[in-house]
């Protein structure tokens, strides 16, 4: 019993202690934020059946997913609340794919966030606590009005984010023109990283232009979870050649390493490419695109090896800045409390707190403008009446 006391402490003498299940350095915490009906629900239901932690797909038109929990949004197949939801995943060893945490099992806290208008401030809220964020979009409308009001606030709380244009299995769906509107709406620097292979019913894959490969995915009843890695298609050889050198001219200007090897006329290795563009998407100068279908289950795997790859884990995130009650003065917090930060409910913006000691907590920059308050030091035994 003593060890085993011993041990607790031991883990929970830090937040990023060895002991932990899932470092800090192998953890996600994403949002998906969209326009109304871009697909956010279902992106979060295969997600959550593809890292095992539900054995059955829901799908919202049936009301039976996961994070549709209230019977309102059941009934109305919409996301009115913000519903948080975790789970766990390995990018899987694929023959001439570079993946760069290959075979390392991450934890991933993921918010499924309303795209409504009127639950706007749903949104918000959850983009104050997230790190990272993939920004869906309809692949026949392309970026939607709703789509530019969480592109502000996910810029208001520099939040790195992919772009996932989903529903390319629609008729008149078009990858080409949902990146233009892209780049002329939302002044995004985002170029693809994976290519939708084929368009409405003839979509069957993804294709890697980074590691130039195929993923065509079986039309077996596996719902999405067998696919097969293959070169790429003669007649897509084309269009891959063109996206890769888009990609590393786009990927150059911002990146000096890149740039140099580009000068020096040397050959871009996907390792360098990859390290690149998650250094980019981490300082919000970059935005990799990515083709798919939530709905038929094409190319949610390789969204979320792209958000363990490109997306930013908290260590990641640079400090956060806050302020004094003397609105001139401005601190940066220099160390992390070693207590146990047990809950955030983005919901109701309340924030659980232990920790064996501390005398004040720095308020984010944020929250300068608001009237300045006091968080008082709580110990283990009362934390729970927070």
Known sequence: MPATLEKKKSAAAG???????????????????????????????RVL???????????????????DWMEQERERGITITSA???????????????????????????????????????VERSLRVLDGAIAVFDGVAGVQPQSETVWRQATKYNVPRLAFINKMDRVGADFAMSVNSIHKKLDANAWPVLLPLGREDQLKGQLDVI???????????QLGSTYEVTDVPKEHVAAVEKAYKELVQQISNIDDEVAEVVLEEKPVTPELLKAA????TIANKFVPVIGGSALKNIGVQYLVDAVVDYLPSPLDIPRRR?????????????????????RLRSNF?????????????????????ATPFTIRALTNANASRV
């Open 84 to 122: 948080a939801t975790t789970c766990s995943w390995a990018q899987r060893k694929e023959e001439g794919v570079y993946k760069i945490f290959e075979g390392i099992k991450q934890r991933i806290n993921i918010i499924d966030t309303p795209g409504h208008v009127d639950f706007t401030a749903e």
């Open 322 to 342: 806050g302020w004094s009650q003397t609105p001139t003065r401005q601190w940066r917090r220099r160390r992390m409390i070693t207590g146990i930060f047990a």
């Open 211 to 221: 590691n130039k490969k195929a993923i065509i995915y079986s039309d077996s009843d």
């Open 277 to 280: 563009i998650r250094r980019q």
């Open 15 to 45: 937040p990023n202690s060895p002991n932990r299940k899932f470092p800090l350095e192998r953890t996600r915490n994403i949002g998906i934020a969209a326009h109304i009906d871009a697909g956010k629900t279902t992106i979060t239901e």
């Open 349 to 369: 913006g309340v924030i659980r707190l232990s920790a064996n000691s501390f005398s004040s907590v720095f308020i984010p920059a944020r929250f300068r403008k």
């Open 49 to 67: 059946f593809y890292t095992g932690m539900i054995h059955k797909m829901g799908e919202v038109h049936e009301g039976t997913t996961v994070t």
